[in-house]
């Protein structure tokens, strides 16, 4: 039986089973989801009416919230021995019906394990068991072939089970785990940094990238204190105004692109209307959402990104209120909306809203 396999942060199984029961539901896929609380990731079993096929094809795992990462897996291979577990991942591979018209179409792999700490010694399994599959593929059996649309996913639960499963190239991540591998930069003010380098690179696509982010662009920073946010901006040459009654951080400050002004994010308004609003301001989810709607509306800026900081429960329901009120600010209006759970969020999730596309 095929099922959808969606990678989350651990303790967020419940939020992501909701979400993709809801999805389902509109997209008329029958199935039911399992869980396993911390187990990092959700299996959502289609029912035998369903044609697997055409979800691999269209189902779209990006624009999931709660999951980083997503496939449908058409084969789970247990008791995988320590001494081969290429054999017996090839033999179910080649047994699949799908096989023959797909093994011409991978043109891509990944292997993958969820992230929670009982796998933790699996990462470095993987990486030694990358390499002679990979070659095993390329030698035997032509894959990665050199054009098509399909991803193939080796997702490890263990050292001994693993799901075979697919994904349209365009519509799932290209990183193992939907997880940006990137590095602190040590000049940065705060680790917070990182939350910002994901959601451009996570939420934007790369033509995107290049259009919004152009040097000399403006923005506004909302509870930007000490500036991880902020130097990102000014990475990129912005020239940033950083709403905070907190102190900023003095080499941040020495760039002479950041005014500092000690203001309530809530009632701070520009003077001209800017590129950017980003915020992090640590408050409850709705005045947040609120706040963005009334930057969208008013055209204080043209793109949005936005951290809600989660409550302790009912938070899928949470998130769907917050995208609601978003929504509502610009209703003859195109508007762009993404919200993900980052790998760097916490009890977080992260918004691009964009009035361009
Ligand atoms: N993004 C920042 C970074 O990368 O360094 C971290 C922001 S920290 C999570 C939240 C900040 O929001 C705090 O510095 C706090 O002072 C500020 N803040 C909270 N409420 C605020 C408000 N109403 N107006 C302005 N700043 C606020």
Redesign the pocket.
């Known amino acids: 039986m095929s099922s959808i396999i969606l990678l989350c942060r651990p303790g967020f199984e419940k939020e992501c089973a909701a979400e993709i029961a809801s999805v389902a539901a509109q997209e008329s896929l029958t199935g039911f989801p399992r869980t396993r609380e911390n187990s990092g990731h959700v299996e959502f079993a289609l029912d035998p009416s369903v044609d697997a096929s055409l979800v691999v094809q269209n189902f779209d795992f990006r624009s999931l919230i709660f999951a980083r990462q997503g496939f449908v897996s058409f084969v789970k291979v247990d008791n995988l021995p320590e001494s081969d577990r290429i054999a017996p991942l090839i033999a179910a591979m080649s047994m699949l019906p799908e096989w023959d018209s797909y093994e011409p179409r991978i043109s891509h792999l990944l292997i993958e394990a969820p992230d929670n700490t009982e796998t933790e010694g699996l990462t470095a399994f993987l990486s030694s068991f990358a390499k002679p599959f990979e070659r095993h593929l390329k030698d035997k059996m032509h894959i990665p072939a050199e054009k098509g649309s399909l991803r193939m996913h080796i997702f490890f639960l263990n050292y001994a089970e693993a799901h075979i499963g697919f994904s349209n190239v365009n519509l799932s991540s290209s990183r193992a785990c939907g997880i940006p591998r990137l590095k602190f930069p040590k000049e940065?003010?705060?680790?917070?940094?990182l939350?910002?380098e994901e959601a451009f690179l996570v939420l934007l696509a790369a033509h995107e990238r290049a259009q919004f982010l152009k040097s000399g662009s403006t923005a506004v920073?909302?509870?930007?204190?000490?500036?991880?946010?902020?130097?990102?901006l000014v990475k990129r040459s912005f020239l940033v105004t950083a709403?905070?009654?907190?102190n900023m951080?003095t080499n941040l400050m020495n760039s002479g692109l950041v005014e500092h002004l000690r203001?309530?994010?809530?009632?701070?308004t520009p003077k001209k209307p800017v590129d950017w609003m980003?915020c992090?301001?640590?408050?409850q989810p709705i005045r947040i959402a609120r706040l963005t709607a009334e930057w969208i509306c008013e055209s204080r800026c043209k793109h949005a990104i936005v951290?809600l900081k989660l409550p302790m429960k009912k938070r899928f329901d949470e998130v769907q209120r917050c995208l609601s009120v978003i929504r509502a600010a610009s209703p003859d209006k195109d508007l762009i909306i993404r919200c993900k759970q980052l790998y760097h969020d916490r009890d977080e999730v992260t918004c691009f809203v964009s009035l361009e596309n």
Do not use: C
């Open positions: 940065a003010p705060s680790r917070s940094t939350k910002l920073d909302l509870g930007a204190a000490p500036g991880g946010w902020t130097w990102q709403i905070d009654n907190a951080d203001h309530d994010g809530f009632s701070y980003v992090d301001m640590v408050e951290n």
